[in-house]
């Protein structure tokens, strides 16, 4: 829908263009390409001889008529994120992306990206992979992991409450893009799972007596793990800024809620 004060300007102006219009407000202009594809040269628009992106092409999809390098950009190595107003995505690399090594990687949705359909086939890169992570995720996107380093795949991360296999793998993250420090986020062994709206155990319901914190998840499952070391198996509240330990999930109470938790709530009953 052309609701946006921007539409009908022949410029996409939804998010991972410039940002002027949320997505589905710039319908027209949008039209022409798709959040699903990164595919090079996939654009209306490409093999036109002149670079549309990232105002009527998502990055990576006009390919031939925007040739990119990390750091190419004139702005480059200036000590500051120029992406996107003054670079296109991907040619100020230094500046924009940080790589971190070892501090392991964001526990947040671990959505891997096929890279026969996305990326031509072609083993990811922390560019080609950032790129296509964000016109996928474009208002989410916290960090990626697995391109170069650790192995030849994508994994978008949408959240970072988490973190794991510290010590070995390699994360990228954005200073332009809901930006993170990766040495603060804690780390687990066990895989922790932001899982929205499919309900809360039945369990202890225990909320820590502790009014110091405006609980995250990553606070309140500290905390839980206090109470129960041995046999803590779900969080739940910190949307709403409380905290509820959870011992056990042979049941669940379905609805809106979102716990965080180390099973599969989708297989737990409701009542």
């Known amino acids: 829908m052309d609701s946006c004060q921007y539409d009908d300007d022949d410029e996409c102006d939804e998010p991972s263009s410039w940002n ?11 039209a022409v390409f798709s959040v699903n594809t990164t595919m090079p040269d996939s654009c209306a628009y490409a ?14 999809t006009d ?10 950009c004139k702005w480059a190595n200036d ?19 940080v790589l971190h090594t070892n501090l392991g990687y964001c526990n947040g949705g671990d959505d ?17 992979c950032w790129s296509a992570c964000l016109a996928k995720h474009p208002n989410t996107l916290v960090a990626i992991d697995g391109p170069g380093y650790d192995t030849p795949q994508c994994y978008c991360q949408v959240s970072c409450e988490s973190k794991l296999a510290c010590g070995t793998a390699t994360s990228m993250t954005s200073k332009a893009t809901r930006p993170v420090n990766m040495s ?19 369990g202890a319901d225990l909320e ?23 046999n803590l198996v779900a969080i739940d509240g910190p949307v709403n800024g409380a905290c509820y330990c959870q011992d056990a999930c042979t049941t669940k109470s379905c609805g809106a809620s979102t716990s965080m938790t180390s099973i599969n709530m989708s297989a737990v009953p409701c009542t």
């Open 20 to 30: 002027l219009c949320a997505v589905g407000t710039d319908t027209s202009d949008c």
């Open 47 to 60: 093999n036109n001889n002149v670079c549309d992106e990232p105002n009527m092409c998502f990055p990576g």
């Open 63 to 72: 390919t031939s008529d925007c040739p990119v390098s990390q750091d190419s």
């Open 79 to 97: 000590g500051t994120c120029d992406e996107p107003n003054k670079c296109y995505v991907g040619t100020d690399t230094t500046d924009c992306r």
């Open 112 to 128: 891997e990206l096929n890279s026969v359909t996305l990326n031509n086939g072609d083993d990811w890169d922390w560019r080609t």
């Open 184 to 202: 603060s986020v804690p780390c687990y062994d066990t895989v922790l799972t932001i899982q929205p709206n499919l309900g809360y155990c039945h």
């Open 208 to 230: 820590p007596d502790w009014d110091k914190y405006d609980w995250t998840y990553a606070t309140c499952w500290d905390a839980c793990l206090n109470i129960f070391p041995k």
